[in-house]
């Protein structure tokens, strides 16, 4: 048990015994309380009593001088005493509830009254004098009855017991509430345990189908790990990720995907062994841990059976499905020595065994890793190879066919990697674009083609246009137009003279949702060019309301001219749109000067492509550009063969 | 605040310790109010000091004022320190049982007396105390500066018209 959990039992258990002690010790406290209080009410009834005992000692007192026997002085401080215990009644809190007695403030006040009446002769009476001392006694003997009555009613009358008997009530009250107080505290506390418990229960476990989650199946894989270390035994971990389980979510309904789970779910428990445990990692992702194994075979034979039990046929809600998942299994720590990366191991098993097809499940190879680490080494990378200028721009001409002149270039993407050796400008782009490298690419492409175009105009060349390619995020997630108005403030670039690059694939959806985006380019005063054009997803409507200067063909359509029969219709459609939508035609991928004379006759003048140049370096499109300036094409069309001019 | 400038009398008094009171115990000239008995060594009657009202008022007078549950109001009570009466006659004991004149009687624990100012009140709001009263002495404990838990069992303690002391 972690230590946390023990400390919350330990303050669980402190709790409880206090409740327990608390409640025992007010109850007996109460009891004692209402003992007392009963004990104390006869507290009272004590004064009364002295007053009928004192009223007795005086009348005696009386009788006794009045017989010779006693002194003045003696009867004058009995006299004093049945005085002040009269007054002792008459205030004072300790007698107020005696005073409360009906008839005892009348009785005293008459008793006291009388005293008073004969305190002259009490006080001249001389021993012996039974003439006077009889009559005062006969005028005292009625109180006597009177005063004992009064006594009788203070200590046990109709109040006092009314007010015993309402504490004994409230002491009942009490009892009961305190009673209740316990039960339902011990009700409380118990109910605490079980909403914790469930609670925590509810966090380890889906909720669909009961199975472990992947917070638990991490405390799993963890524990399992160190049971296997020191046990020298291995662990399987399989990835099980159902094969279009979207698409019967969308056919079928959710209420199909969710019965599908939980009988997947089921057969997964039902194929796994007592030391195996199933979790549910989220969607339509489950994993198994399987424990104990010694040989790696052990693990492929689930892996087998668990692919085979899944892809039986199913009924859900009457329809008949045959579901289907790919699994990846990872050995640790035959894999890998950290469970985790065992975990992303069978992982990438998994996708592999998915994109592969044909294969259910895979084992994982260490080369499934060689990928992702390439991505996250050239990632690292790229970062510093931006800020350190390790990329370089190469650049390829675009030749209008019948001058043979360059009439721009397009600036292409090179990374040489210390490592990896020639990276490819798809890869550095969407590397950038996956690690969040975009922003800081393509203002570093735009930046460079600009510096390329004003180191130009310093040689005193005659300059051209320049064209770079944006990468699809700089549409949605920045605002191109912003770094663009910079770039082009910061180098001086005339706008006219860049051309961006819009690639129609992947950029049209994107632009779709943002139309304004090309306008504000537009306004800028760049030229805009849509790359690929035929390839990707773009509808006539984009060609009429984007403002887009410049088609380029795909090379795909013009390798389509080297086959035989040749195809030239969809060349012609473009070439026609383009003409009546007033935009240039590029045609891109150009080999063979047959390449030319089909483009030109079908009325495209303008292309790029390995028979003019490839893409080349700095230097070398300096000099290809001065020897424009001396006169000399880069491609002539002759009389009647065509030369490609090698400088 | 008063009853605390008391106590801090009553305190320096005790401090003080006993003001020449080594000289022999003077015989009564008045009324006899107060005797005691028991383990003294000074004595004006047989096995026993007896008291008049002067002398009483011979020793340092000291004030309490509180509210007791036989009167109405706060009473203001002048009187001798029961503590300084006691060594005067150089009593030793544990226990002190005070006796009233309609014979209620009462035990007081000597040991409490060390640190409360008790006294025998001879006046009750700068009047002498008639029997009549609860006089002439009243047995006074500092009321106020008690809980209300120690009050019953003091209160208990408070003999009114006191006749007699017996040292045990």
């Known amino acids: 048990m972690p230590r946390y959990q023990v400390l919350r039992v330990v303050l669980l258990l402190c709790v409880v015994v206090v409740f327990a002690a608390s409640t025992l010790i007010s109850y007996q406290r109460h009891v004692e309380t209402a003992q007392l209080l009963t004990v104390t009410q006869k507290g009272g009834g004590w004064a009364a009593s002295e007053l009928a005992f004192e009223l007795l000692r005086f009348t005696h007192m009386l009788e006794t001088v009045g017989a010779g026997r006693g002194t003045a002085d003696e009867l004058a401080l009995r006299f004093d005493l049945l005085w002040s215990r009269i007054e002792v ?220 039990r899944i892809g039986h046929e199913m009924v859900l809600s009457g329809s008949r499905v045959y579901p289907s998942a790919s699994l990846g299994v990872s050995i640790y720590p035959v894999d890998a020595d950290d469970v985790s990366q065992v975990q992303i191991n069978a992982d990438l098993a998994m996708y592999r065994a998915k994109r592969d097809g044909g294969v259910s499940y895979r084992r994982f190879e260490p080369e499934m890793n060689d990928s992702l680490q390439r991505a996250n080494t050239l990632a690292r990378e790229l970062k510093t190879a931006i800020q350190g200028d390790e990329l370089s721009l190469h650049y390829q001409p675009v030749v209008a066919f019948d001058s043979g002149k360059i009439v721009s270039v397009e600036a292409l993407l090179r990374w040489h990697n210390p490592q990896y050796g020639y990276v490819s400008p798809v890869e550095v782009v969407a590397i950038a674009e996956q690690y969040g490298l975009a922003l800081e690419l393509n203002e570093w492409v735009i930046k460079q083609a ?63 949702s943002s139309p304004d985006t090309l306008h504000n380019l537009k306004t800028l005063g760049v030229q805009i060019a849509l790359d690929d054009f035929g390839t990707g997803y773009s509808s006539l409507n984009h060609l009429k309301r984007l403002p887009v200067d410049k088609l380029k063909i795909d090379r795909s359509f013009i390798q389509d001219l080297n086959i035989t029969p040749k195809d030239p219709r969809i060349i012609r459609s473009i070439v026609n749109l383009a003409e009546s939508l007033d935009l240039q035609v590029i045609a891109e991928g150009i080999e063979f000067v047959q390449n030319v004379d089909d483009l030109i006759a ?41 030369i490609v001019q090698r400088i | 605040m008063r009853v605390l400038l008391s106590t801090l009398l009553f305190l320096a008094a005790m401090l003080l310790g006993p003001l020449g009171w080594s000289a022999p115990l003077s015989a009564p000239e008045g009324r006899v109010i107060l005797s005691v008995s028991g383990n003294i060594t000074k004595t004006n009657a047989p096995e026993r000091s007896d008291f008049d009202l002067a002398m009483l008022e011979s020793y340092p007078l000291y004030e309490l004022e509180m509210v007791t549950p036989w009167t109405e109001g706060t009473q203001r009570f002048q009187g001798v320190a029961l503590k300084e009466l006691l060594q005067s006659l150089g009593a030793k004991g544990d226990t002190l049982r005070a006796v009233a004149l309609n014979d209620y009687h009462a035990t007081i624990d000597l040991k409490e007396l060390a640190d409360m100012p008790v006294l025998i009140a001879v006046k009750l709001n700068g009047s002498h105390m008639r029997v009549r009263d609860k006089g002439p002495l009243w047995i006074v404990y500092p009321m106020d500066s008690f809980s209300a838990a120690d009050r019953p069992r003091h209160e208990a303690n408070m003999v009114w018209q006191l006749r007699s002391l017996e040292i045990h």
């Open chain 1, 450 to 512: 600009c510096l390329q175009y004003q180191y130009w105009v310093s040689l005193g060349l005659e300059t051209v246009c320049v064209a770079v390619n944006i990468s699809p995020s700089m549409y949605v997630l920045h605002d191109l137009a912003a770094s663009l108005t910079r770039l082009l403030r910061e180098t001086g670039m005339p706008p006219e003279r860049l051309i961006v690059e819009v690639t129609e694939d992947t950029t049209m959806r994107d632009i779709e």
């Open chain 1, 602 to 642: 079908e009325g495209c003048l303008l292309g790029q492509g390995y028979l003019f140049s490839k893409a080349v370096d700095s230097e070398r499109i300096v000099e290809m550009l001065s020897a424009q300036g001396q006169g000399i094409p880069l491609f002539q069309l002759g009389a009647d063969e065509r």
């Open chain 1, 89 to 308: 009644l008459q205030e004072g809190s300790e007698t107020s509830e005696v005073r409360e007695v009906p008839g005892a403030v009348a009785l005293l006040d008459e008793l006291q009254a009388t005293l008073t009446l004969i305190e002259p002769s009490v006080l001249s009476l001389k021993p012996g004098e039974a003439a006077v001392a009889d009559p005062l006694v006969d005028r005292l003997r009625p109180f006597e009855a009177r005063v004992r009555a009064f006594n009788v009613d203070s200590y046990n009358g109709p109040e006092a017991l009314e007010r015993i008997r309402r504490v004994f009530e409230l002491n009942w009250l009490v009892s009961v509430s305190i009673t209740g107080l316990v039960l339902s505290g011990t009700l409380l506390i118990l109910m605490l345990i079980r909403e914790s418990s469930r609670s925590r229960h509810q966090s380890l476990h889906d909720e669909l189908t009961g199975l472990p989650n992947r917070k638990f199946i991490n405390q799993q894989l963890k524990s399992a790990a160190r049971d296997a270390s020191r046990n020298g035994t291995l662990l399987g971990v399989h990835v099980i990720d159902l094969n279009n389980f979207k698409e019967i979510n969308d056919t079928l309904g959710h209420s199909y995907g969710d019965q599908l789970l939980q009988q997947v779910a089921q057969r997964l428990c039902g194929s796994i062994g007592p030391n195996d445990t199933v979790a549910r990692l989220g969607g339509d992702e489950f994993l198994v841990i399987q424990e104990r194994i010694t040989q790696a075979d052990d693990c492929t034979r689930l892996s087998k059976t668990l692919c085979g």
